[in-house]
């Protein structure tokens, strides 16, 4: 059932909830395998792997969010029959709101939508999210913190992430949400409190998509302050699918 796209590092068929969780741009399912752990096995993580990166690095890359909604939402399969909570990081958040739009529609179960490190959809983008070279592009992710300095020696590695990176950008600066648009699950916003890519009202206006609750949770960090609150995410994720399912 997991086919390509779902990876889930600690399977649990007897969990109490499931969390689907979408990487950020230039990311892997892999980035969840920590939270995967910390959650088990009583909350098990569905970590969605978009094509053209690692193990399905020989597929196309997808650079339009709405198609890759639209698969991951097919992928769920019957999962999407049971209770599930989307988290999702940066690009992944926006993936998320529109996987989560798609479940709803279809009468799938979900129980929550937790948007990181991301504007709302609604904000669109005034320029360009990458600057025009290859280097640059590099630079600027290395001061969000998405890859180590060092790594950037290694060229093969290089080589790969330079392609996805710039497909995934490609992919947020021609999302446009709905007019409109909205979950009617409960949604959180996580942000850290220096991230220079999401400012407060922006942030904020992810309460302009949510009919069903909106909260806000603010980390010390910057645009990867998750890397050093794992923990308490976990602990908010599985204090949330708990009080859902009191709740349901």
Same mark, same amino acid.
């Given at each position: 059932?997991?086919?390509?796209?779902? !990876?889930?590092?600690?399977?649990?068929?007897?969990?109490?909830?499931?969390?689907?969780?979408?990487?950020?741009?230039?990311? +892997?399912?892999?980035?969840?395998?920590?939270?995967?752990?910390?959650?088990?096995?009583?909350?098990?993580?569905?970590?969605?792997?978009?094509?053209?990166?690692?193990?399905? +690095?020989r597929e196309p890359l997808v650079d339009d969010i709405g198609v890759l909604a639209d698969e991951i939402t /097919?992928?769920?399969?019957?999962w999407a029959q049971s209770p599930l909570t989307l988290f999702g990081h940066s690009m992944g958040a926006t993936?998320?709101?529109?996987?989560? !739009?798609?479940?709803?529609?279809?009468?799938?179960?979900?129980?929550?939508?937790?948007?990181?490190?991301?504007?709302?959809?609604?904000?669109?983008h005034e320029t360009p999210l990458h600057p025009g070279s290859d280097a640059e592009m590099l630079d600027s &992710?290395? /001061?969000?913190?998405?890859?180590?300095?060092?790594?950037?020696?290694?060229?093969?590695?290089?080589?790969?992430?330079?392609?996805?990176? !710039?497909?995934?950008?490609?992919?947020?600066?021609?999302?446009?949400?709905?007019?409109?648009?909205?979950?009617?699950?409960?949604?959180?916003?996580?942000?850290?409190?220096?991230?220079?890519?999401?400012?407060?009202?922006?942030?904020?206006?992810?309460?302009?998509?949510?009919?069903?609750?909106?909260?806000?949770?603010?980390?010390?960090?910057?645009?990867?302050? &998750?890397?050093?609150?794992?923990?308490?995410?976990?602990?908010?994720?599985?204090?949330?699918?708990?009080?859902?399912?009191?709740?349901?």
């Open positions: 059932m997991t086919g390509s796209w779902i !990876r889930r590092f600690h399977p649990n068929q007897g969990a109490e909830a499931r969390v689907v969780c979408l990487p950020h741009a230039g990311g +892997s399912a892999n980035f969840f395998h920590g939270l995967s752990g910390a959650l088990a096995p009583a909350v098990e993580v569905l970590a969605v792997q978009y094509p053209g990166r690692l193990d399905r +690095s /097919a992928a769920l399969g019957e993936v998320g709101f529109e996987v989560v !739009r798609r479940l709803e529609r279809d009468g799938g179960q979900v129980r929550g939508l937790f948007a990181s490190g991301r504007r709302a959809p609604s904000c669109g &992710l290395v /001061a969000l913190g998405g890859i180590e300095p060092e790594l950037l020696d290694f060229e093969d590695l290089v080589a790969m992430v330079v392609p996805v990176l !710039r497909n995934d950008y490609r992919a947020i600066e021609r999302y446009r949400a709905d007019p409109g648009a909205t979950v009617r699950c409960p949604l959180t916003v996580l942000t850290g409190d220096s991230d220079p890519a999401v400012d407060d009202e922006q942030a904020q206006a992810w309460a302009l998509h949510a009919t069903g609750g909106f909260t806000r949770r603010t980390f010390p960090g910057g645009h990867f302050y &998750l890397k050093d609150h794992w923990p308490e995410i976990a602990g908010i994720l599985t204090g949330h699918v708990r009080a859902a399912a009191v709740g349901s």
